[in-house]
């Protein structure tokens, strides 16, 4: 069964620093990979998707990469602001066909001013 | 504006009572599913469908009930809640198997 891992549960950091969230999965046979954000009582904005040929992703200051041998992918934040605080899900899709997410539990990043 | 709606955002209801927390998206997705979101256990696909009349169970499936009858909504069902049934929950809509967007969740607390 799939297990996805994120490492820390929580990062403080101060404002303009860039930062690396790490997600670990166990079976390496995945579709794709979506990183999360969360904002507090409310639901999941899609970030960033992975397809399982890709290395990497980027969106503004935002960069995912995807190392599928290895079960990692990162989430690289530049120049941190106290708007990206929020806790940050990684889930993986499991082989074509399938449609199930499985997530980790998150990181909760806290941006200090 | 695409989107995905969930009604009710907050329901507080007795053990037992019959409930149905209905999602709708309007972006014409063939996949849609449903997820709780429990401290410590992250979140957990409780049931997906692939598209009209096509469901099946995700990994904790126990005590719900869905259908799929129109493309567009895909309603939770609980016939008989019970407290360990408090949680928030998420419904997720995706195109075949690429982004999923989630709605804004519905936070149930049973008695």
């Known amino acids: 069964k799939q297990e996805v891992t994120q490492i820390p549960a929580a990062l403080s950091v101060p404002e303009g620093e860039n930062l690396v969230l790490n997600c670990s999965f166990t079976d390496s046979a995945i579709y794709n990979l979506q990183w999360f954000r969360q904002d507090p009582g409310k639901g999941l904005t899609s970030l960033l998707l992975?397809?399982?040929?890709?290395r990497e992703q980027t969106s503004g200051r935002l960069n995912a990469s995807l190392d599928k041998s290895s079960g990692r992918s990162t989430l690289y934040i530049a120049a941190s602001q106290p708007g990206d605080s929020a806790t940050y899900l990684c889930?993986?899709?499991?082989?074509?066909?399938?449609?199930?997410?499985?997530f980790g539990k998150g990181t909760k990043l806290s941006v200090i001013p | 504006e695409a989107q995905v709606t969930q009604n009710p955002r907050y329901l507080i209801t007795v053990t037992g009572k019959k409930l149905t927390v209905t999602c709708s998206q309007n972006m014409n997705h063939e996949y849609m599913s449903w997820y709780r979101q429990d401290p410590g256990l992250g979140l957990r696909q409780i049931y997906y469908s692939m598209n009209v009349e096509v469901t099946d169970k995700g990994d904790v499936p126990e005590g719900y009930k869905v259908s799929r009858k129109e493309k567009r909504n895909f309603p939770l069902i609980l016939e008989s809640p019970s407290p360990n049934q408090t949680s928030l929950y998420f419904c997720?809509?995706?195109?075949?198997?690429?982004?999923?967007?989630f709605g804004p969740g519905t936070r149930l607390t049973v008695l």
């Open positions: 889930a993986v899709l499991a082989g074509a066909g399938s449609y199930q997410l499985t």
């Open positions: 992975i397809q399982s040929s890709q």
């Open positions: 997720a809509s995706s195109p075949t198997q690429n982004e999923q967007f």
